[in-house]
Protein backbone atom coordinates (compact mmCIF):
# COMPACT_ATOMS: atom_id res chain seq x y z
CA UNK A 1 0.00 0.00 0.00
CA UNK A 2 1.19 3.25 -1.14
CA UNK A 3 2.39 5.89 2.02
CA UNK A 4 0.87 9.61 1.87
CA UNK A 5 4.53 10.62 0.71
CA UNK A 6 4.58 7.94 -2.08
CA UNK A 7 0.85 9.27 -3.51
CA UNK A 8 2.43 13.17 -3.42
CA UNK A 9 5.83 11.73 -5.32
CA UNK A 10 4.57 9.49 -8.19
CA UNK A 11 1.52 12.66 -8.53
CA UNK A 12 4.77 15.19 -8.83
CA UNK A 13 6.70 12.95 -11.37
CA UNK A 14 3.10 11.83 -13.66
CA UNK A 15 2.28 16.17 -13.71
CA UNK A 16 6.06 17.36 -13.87
CA UNK A 17 7.00 14.66 -16.77
CA UNK A 18 8.61 18.08 -18.72
CA UNK A 19 10.88 19.29 -16.33
CA UNK A 20 14.42 17.31 -16.01
CA UNK A 21 15.20 18.69 -12.20
CA UNK A 22 12.18 17.63 -10.63
CA UNK A 23 12.13 14.14 -12.28
CA UNK A 24 15.42 14.03 -10.91
CA UNK A 25 14.73 14.45 -7.59
CA UNK A 26 11.48 12.38 -7.54
CA UNK A 27 13.44 9.46 -7.77
CA UNK A 28 16.20 10.28 -5.69
CA UNK A 29 13.06 10.53 -3.25
CA UNK A 30 11.15 7.80 -4.19
CA UNK A 31 14.00 5.46 -3.11
CA UNK A 32 13.48 5.97 0.91
CA UNK A 33 9.82 8.12 0.69
CA UNK A 34 9.92 7.58 4.46
CA UNK A 35 13.19 10.15 4.45
CA UNK A 36 10.76 12.78 2.33
CA UNK A 37 9.04 15.48 5.46
CA UNK A 38 6.74 17.97 3.95
CA UNK A 39 6.70 21.57 5.81
CA UNK A 40 5.16 24.92 5.53
CA UNK A 41 8.02 26.55 5.83
CA UNK A 42 11.88 25.86 5.09
CA UNK A 43 14.29 26.96 7.92
CA UNK A 44 18.09 27.49 7.41
CA UNK A 45 19.00 25.37 10.12
CA UNK A 46 17.63 22.06 8.38
CA UNK A 47 20.60 19.81 7.14
CA UNK A 48 18.83 18.63 3.78
CA UNK A 49 16.22 20.88 2.00
CA UNK A 50 14.34 21.80 -1.09
CA UNK A 51 11.54 23.48 -2.54
CA UNK A 52 9.70 22.59 -4.94
CA UNK A 53 7.44 25.05 -7.70
CA UNK A 54 4.66 23.28 -9.93
CA UNK A 55 2.14 25.94 -11.70
CA UNK A 56 0.48 24.79 -14.04
CA UNK A 57 -2.46 27.62 -14.76
CA UNK A 58 -1.00 31.04 -13.74
CA UNK A 59 2.98 31.71 -14.20
CA UNK A 60 4.92 32.01 -10.62
CA UNK A 61 8.59 33.75 -11.00
CA UNK A 62 10.14 31.11 -8.87
CA UNK A 63 12.39 28.30 -10.11
CA UNK A 64 11.04 24.98 -10.52
CA UNK A 65 13.16 23.20 -8.28
CA UNK A 66 15.63 24.82 -5.71
CA UNK A 67 17.85 22.26 -3.19
CA UNK A 68 19.68 23.38 0.17
CA UNK A 69 22.51 21.93 2.10
CA UNK A 70 22.68 23.23 5.27
CA UNK A 71 20.65 26.34 4.18
CA UNK A 72 23.34 27.29 1.23
CA UNK A 73 21.47 27.19 -1.62
CA UNK A 74 22.44 24.32 -4.84
CA UNK A 75 20.77 25.38 -7.62
CA UNK A 76 21.98 21.95 -9.64
CA UNK A 77 19.88 18.66 -8.57
CA UNK A 78 22.80 16.43 -9.51
CA UNK A 79 25.25 17.99 -7.27
CA UNK A 80 22.95 18.66 -4.82
CA UNK A 81 22.60 14.33 -4.67
CA UNK A 82 26.28 13.60 -4.45
CA UNK A 83 26.12 16.16 -1.65
CA UNK A 84 23.41 14.62 0.31
CA UNK A 85 25.04 11.45 0.08
CA UNK A 86 27.06 12.96 3.30
CA UNK A 87 23.91 12.50 5.27
CA UNK A 88 22.42 9.78 4.55
CA UNK A 89 20.13 9.18 7.28
CA UNK A 90 18.62 12.79 7.71
CA UNK A 91 15.52 13.56 6.91
CA UNK A 92 14.55 15.70 3.52
CA UNK A 93 12.73 18.79 4.36
CA UNK A 94 10.31 19.49 1.06
CA UNK A 95 8.11 22.63 0.54
CA UNK A 96 5.79 22.33 -2.08
CA UNK A 97 4.49 25.40 -3.92
CA UNK A 98 1.20 24.44 -6.19
CA UNK A 99 -1.92 25.43 -8.04
CA UNK A 100 -2.76 21.98 -8.59
CA UNK A 101 -6.49 21.15 -6.39
CA UNK A 102 -4.99 17.53 -6.41
CA UNK A 103 -1.79 17.81 -5.11
CA UNK A 104 -2.97 20.40 -2.57
CA UNK A 105 -5.80 18.33 -1.62
CA UNK A 106 -2.67 15.52 -0.82
CA UNK A 107 -0.27 18.05 0.89
CA UNK A 108 -3.02 19.78 3.29
CA UNK A 109 -4.50 16.36 4.41
CA UNK A 110 -0.44 15.44 5.28
CA UNK A 111 0.57 18.99 6.29
CA UNK A 112 -2.75 19.31 9.05
CA UNK A 113 -0.48 17.63 11.34
CA UNK A 114 2.18 19.44 11.05
CA UNK A 115 0.32 23.08 11.03
CA UNK A 116 -0.79 21.87 14.68
CA UNK A 117 2.28 20.62 15.78
CA UNK A 118 3.56 24.29 14.69
CA UNK A 119 0.96 26.40 16.47
CA UNK A 120 0.96 24.03 19.47
CA UNK A 121 4.92 25.04 19.40
CA UNK A 122 4.03 29.06 19.41
CA UNK A 123 1.81 28.59 22.02
CA UNK A 124 4.34 26.85 24.53
CA UNK A 125 6.98 29.40 23.54
CA UNK A 126 4.23 32.51 24.24
CA UNK A 127 3.22 30.72 27.28
CA UNK A 128 7.50 30.71 28.25
CA UNK A 129 7.41 34.09 27.15
CA UNK A 130 4.58 35.65 29.74
CA UNK A 131 5.82 33.60 32.66
CA UNK A 132 9.47 35.24 32.09
CA UNK A 133 7.86 38.45 32.11
CA UNK A 134 5.65 38.00 35.11
CA UNK A 135 8.65 36.61 37.00
CA UNK A 136 10.27 39.96 35.95
CA UNK A 137 7.29 42.46 37.00
CA UNK A 138 7.16 40.58 40.16
CA UNK A 139 10.53 40.88 41.07
CA UNK A 140 10.63 45.05 40.16
CA UNK A 141 6.80 44.87 42.08
CA UNK A 142 8.62 43.43 44.60
CA UNK A 143 11.91 45.28 44.75
CA UNK A 144 9.87 49.15 44.55
CA UNK A 145 7.66 47.40 48.16
CA UNK A 146 11.03 47.39 49.44
CA UNK A 147 11.46 50.84 48.16
CA UNK A 148 8.31 52.05 49.84
CA UNK A 149 8.94 51.37 53.32
CA UNK A 150 12.30 53.25 53.36
CA UNK A 151 11.59 56.12 50.98
CA UNK A 152 8.28 57.70 53.01
CA UNK A 153 9.05 61.08 50.28
CA UNK A 154 8.08 59.00 47.04
CA UNK A 155 4.59 57.17 48.23
CA UNK A 156 2.52 58.59 45.95
CA UNK A 157 4.97 57.87 43.03
CA UNK A 158 5.37 54.46 43.81
CA UNK A 159 1.95 53.75 44.62
CA UNK A 160 0.81 54.70 41.15
CA UNK A 161 3.53 52.27 39.86
CA UNK A 162 2.73 49.99 42.03
CA UNK A 163 -1.55 49.71 40.66
CA UNK A 164 -0.01 49.58 37.16
CA UNK A 165 2.13 46.87 37.66
CA UNK A 166 -0.70 44.97 39.39
CA UNK A 167 -2.32 45.53 36.14
CA UNK A 168 0.30 44.08 33.50
CA UNK A 169 0.37 41.16 35.86
CA UNK A 170 -3.12 40.83 35.55
CA UNK A 171 -3.29 41.30 31.95
CA UNK A 172 -0.71 38.60 31.65
CA UNK A 173 -1.81 35.82 34.34
CA UNK A 174 -4.98 36.12 31.84
CA UNK A 175 -3.39 35.76 29.19
CA UNK A 176 -1.31 32.94 30.24
CA UNK A 177 -4.56 31.52 31.52
CA UNK A 178 -5.97 31.78 27.87
CA UNK A 179 -2.98 30.18 26.24
CA UNK A 180 -3.04 26.87 28.92
CA UNK A 181 -6.87 26.79 27.80
CA UNK A 182 -5.60 26.21 24.25
CA UNK A 183 -2.94 24.42 25.13
CA UNK A 184 -5.37 21.50 26.59
CA UNK A 185 -7.75 21.56 23.97
CA UNK A 186 -7.75 18.24 22.00
CA UNK A 187 -5.18 17.55 19.81
CA UNK A 188 -7.48 16.61 17.07
CA UNK A 189 -9.82 19.91 17.31
CA UNK A 190 -6.60 22.68 17.42
CA UNK A 191 -6.05 24.50 14.40
CA UNK A 192 -4.33 28.03 14.01
CA UNK A 193 -6.58 30.92 13.63
CA UNK A 194 -7.63 31.04 9.63
CA UNK A 195 -5.00 33.13 7.74
CA UNK A 196 -1.99 32.24 9.38
CA UNK A 197 -0.46 30.42 6.39
Same mark, same amino acid.
Request: proline letters at 6%.
Given at each position: ????????????? =???? $??????????????? /???? =???????????????????????? /???????????????????????????????????????? /???? $??????????????? =??????????? =? $????????????????????????? !????????? !????????????????????????????????
Amino acid at each position: MATDNQKVLVYIG =RIAQ $QNPSIQTIVGYLMAD /PRRL =RLVYHLKDDFTLSMAISIHRRIEI /PLAPWQGFIKGVPVPDPLVWIQAAQNHPSEPVMVRISTDD /PVLL $QLLNQILKDEKDQEY =RQQLKERMDGV =R $QELDRALDLYNEVRNIMEVDRDRQS !ELVKFLALA !ESQMQGMGQELKALKAHMEDDKSTLSPPEGDD
